[in-house]
């Protein structure tokens, strides 16, 4: 194992047996890869890639059937809503088993129970059965319990996504703490947004073999243009969502003359403005918008952040402007997001996804998605050589 | 040898378990009383009057008698049962922490209350009638009821990835068990068995068990070689419990 590194794997394979065929399936295959110690890798692939796999052998929870995987130290984790709880417990009193079985005292545990309590925000069903708890109430125990005690190592797999957006943010902030406190991290998700913030390094799984392996923007990157090929943008069907600092009150999308208008012309000007309200005060939010085709196609999306631009404090009501002078793109349908995220770009306060529909027009007879400053020429290369 | 943390869970769970078996009922705990001494009680209505057996106790005399065997049965059935679904109905195990030993354990635990029933049972009997149990009538019936628990246990540790590599073994030992129950001297006295018969049963060790829960009934004598049985048989099948969980609790789980 590399001096500073907490995870490492070797030629690492995954064999499940099928027994009604008499045959198997590798659900990972030849997987080599380390975190260093106090980093944060994250995991990314679509369903059956071998995500949860490899999640459940870096806890412990399997073997593998080929190759070497090393984890340094104890490891905390969230896998599975409800893995862990006893039902017939109550969510403190699980809380405290939980505590009990990493090795804490009972005193201990009671009082680490006691601050997940605060941290839950259960209320009364904090006290009762876990039997009774919905599912988001399973998340918030499980990452309650999960993240109560730092370990060196924290595994945290999709579970996330079902807590509300204001719970999924305290957690997004619990992850960043512990990786300020030196606790190695790795995240399977599918929220690339979330993945970016958190993490330095990028797994990138496909039928449970590395496809890509590098810098988290690299290949998140990349993971993100293969699923717009896909024609499966990010997964996020239209709609608002957002935990509540900011609210957008208005959105108009007009021309240079400021006119609201629903069909623009390729090359013209589109301007989008956003009427908000910091509903809190927000220390300089990332604020942006994005285009879409009307099949979900993502064409762009430019942000304050990648601009360094209109950092800051907001409270109270502003007018956000974001102009597209020469609008680039062909004739079609599409669709606008605008979207305020925190300034680590994490969680976002306010995202009107692919609400703001409009048109394009075109003269132009070019194919495609958007007019590209281009030009044609042609040199004289000689009869000799052309004709090679 | 350090103690496992995970012992520490073992009581909660228990009592988790016992709180929540009668939960909602009007009568509450109180169906941990009545539901054995029903059981009890159907058995007696058959096997001391409607077929009674040549031999053997009358009347209270008899109900005392098939409790003291009855009920230890029906607990270590009910541990048996408990192991065998601890990994197939708690799938979650497969993503979690939790050691297989404390689901064992919290399924061979849960079935005493009915086992204590017995054993306070006999002993309750034995004083109402004036005898005097003597030292080894009071200390052996909770003694077997320790080794049963303790015997469950380690055979719990091989029933449960055994029962998730092969369906068919929960709907079988249920079946089992059954046999068991009448392959066994629980309710009918063994002055009333043919000899062969009572040679076979010598070969199960709840049978040694049994004579030490009846000890204060005085319903026939305990031996150095029911004791002896009765010792052994839980530390082997700790020990085989123990060796076959790790040799087949992976593959289990995976199976999950």
Redesign the interface.
Known sequence: MTQAAAVVARDLGKH??VEERGEGVWALRSLSFEVRKGGALAVVGENGSGK?TLL?LL?????PSEGTLRVEGP?A?L??L?????T??TGR?NA??AG????LS?ERARRVAEEIGAFVELGDFYDR?VRTYSAGMLMRLGFGVASAVAAPVTLVDEVLAVGDGYFQRRCIDRLVALRAQGTTLVVASHDLHALRSLCDTALWLRQGRVHALGPSDEVLGRYEEHLRLRAAPTGEAPGRRGTGEVRIREVRLTDAEGRQRSEFRTGEMLRIEVLFEAVTPVESPVMGVALFRDDGVYCHGPNTSADAALGGRYEGVYRLTAEFPELPLLGGSYQASVAFYDKDHVYAYAWDHRLYPFRVASDRPDHGLVALRHRFRVDPIGSDEGAA | MAIPAWTASVGPLVRADLRQRYAGSRLGSAWALIAPLIEVGAYVLVFGWLARPAGGPDGLGFAAFVAAGLLPWSALREALDGSAAALVENRWIRRSRVPLELLVARAALASVARGALGVLLVLAWALWQGAAPGLAGWLLPPLALCLQVAACYGLGLALAPLAALHPDLRPGLTSSLTLLTFASPILIPESALPGAVLTAMEWNPFTHLLRLYRLPLAAGGVGFGDVSVALATPLALLAAGAALKQRWFWAARDRL
């Open positions: 499940y047996a949860s459940d806890q412990g929870a399997t073997r490891v984790s896998l599975e409800g893995a862990g709880f006893f017939e417990l009193e405290v088993e009990a079985l990493r090795g009972r059965p």
